[in-house]
């Protein structure tokens, strides 16, 4: 007991205590026994790059502009390098295949001397060569290609692959229905009774207004045949639209088209047609317009796309590249084909 009590008496006569190098009981969150984990950046020599960082922020140079950006992009990465406009590739390639839409050899009165009440019907032969349908098939764009295939699969997911299939049967039903409907219609021994009856049609309902300044019908699900550029095809009906003699494409849509580029290839179908018309000696007249007609199932009145001298001009050259283009195709697969 004695001995307790020295202990204490020296403790409290001391004025200095020397603390424990270590602690093992603490519970505090700076333990003795956890290393400080080092920062990777104490251990790089600041002293060795104190220059660099020094001239980095004390470098005062004039704030960016969208401007200032652009002329920076342009000397480390050259000038921008913008799509060729396709006009120009266009006439350069034109020029190695280039062909008059209209035959200097034919007139641009049809000949009195015809029977006009009386359409050519010529039917179309299945030869080896290749129909205007066919060339715009394997010569569509890669655009083109795209939006199709995305419609297809969209279509697919919504209806299956037997629905999607039947859906597409129906769509070219109704279309030929619709073509054998204005064929009655415009041929001048048309039965009263079934004209009557295609009336009934919203599609027929739809193109109303458009069948009152159709006139002077000269040909109607015919053949033609370009002699010299060596393709087919079938056309719909060729007659006078507001006393214009044109090639009139008759269209089926679900959807509106106002607009004769919402109209894709069809412009280029119908100026083929045109080309073959007045290379085909089965013609005696010649053509120089065309007109696309859009009709609706609903009834809603068609979108007419009138197509002038000028216009067809244009489209007649696209048609020659994608002719040319396809000829090419041909060519190759034929020289990759074994004997």
């Known amino acids: 007991m004695k001995a307790v009590q020295t202990i204490c008496r020296q403790l409290r006569n001391s004025k200095v205590v020397e603390p424990t ?3 093992g009981f603490s519970t505090s969150s700076y333990s003795c026994g956890r290393k400080k984990k080092m920062d990777p950046y104490e251990e790089v020599d600041q002293g060795k790059y104190s220059d660099l960082v020094q001239s980095v922020l004390s470098f005062r140079g004039h704030a960016q502009t969208p401007q200032s950006l652009f002329e920076e992009d342009t000397l480390l990465y050259g000038p921008v390098s913008k799509c060729k406009p396709p006009k120009q590739d266009e006439e350069a390639r034109i020029r190695e295949n280039w062909f008059p839409l209209l035959n200097p050899e034919k007139s641009l ?9 009386v359409p050519l019907k010529i039917p179309l032969q299945r030869n080896e060569i290749p129909s205007v349908t066919r060339v715009l098939q394997q010569t569509m764009t890669s655009e083109q290609i795209f939006y199709l295939e995305r419609w297809k699969r969209r279509m697919i997911l919504e209806l299956g692959e037997d629905g999607f299939a039947e859906y597409t049967s129906n769509l070219f039903l109704q279309g030929k229905q619709f073509h054998e409907a204005l064929e009655s219609i415009l041929s001048p021994q048309e039965n009263v009774k079934e004209r009557d009856e295609n009336l009934t049609s919203g599609y027929i309902e739809s193109i109303q207004h458009i069948l009152k300044d ?11 045949q370009h002699e010299t550029l060596k393709y087919v095809g079938l056309l719909d009906c060729v007659a006078e639209y507001q006393d214009k003699l044109c090639v009139i494409d008759w269209k089926t849509s679900e959807k509106p088209k106002p607009l004769i580029r919402n109209t894709f290839d069809n412009p280029l179908q119908v100026v083929a047609y045109m080309g073959a018309i007045n290379n085909d000696a089965n013609y005696s007249f010649q053509v120089q317009c065309g007109l696309i007609v859009v009709a609706y199932k609903d009834g809603s009145p068609a979108h007419p796309h009138f197509m002038d001298i000028e216009l067809c001009s244009q489209y007649w050259a696209k048609w020659l590249l ?15 084909k074994p004997d």
């Open 21 to 23: 190098p270590c602690v």
């Open 109 to 117: 009165k049809p000949n009195a001397t015809n029977d006009a009440t």
């Open 214 to 224: 159709v006139s002077g019908v000269r040909a109607l699900e015919s053949a033609v």
């Open 322 to 336: 994608r002719l040319e283009e396809y000829t090419k195709k041909e060519k190759k697969q034929n020289i990759q």
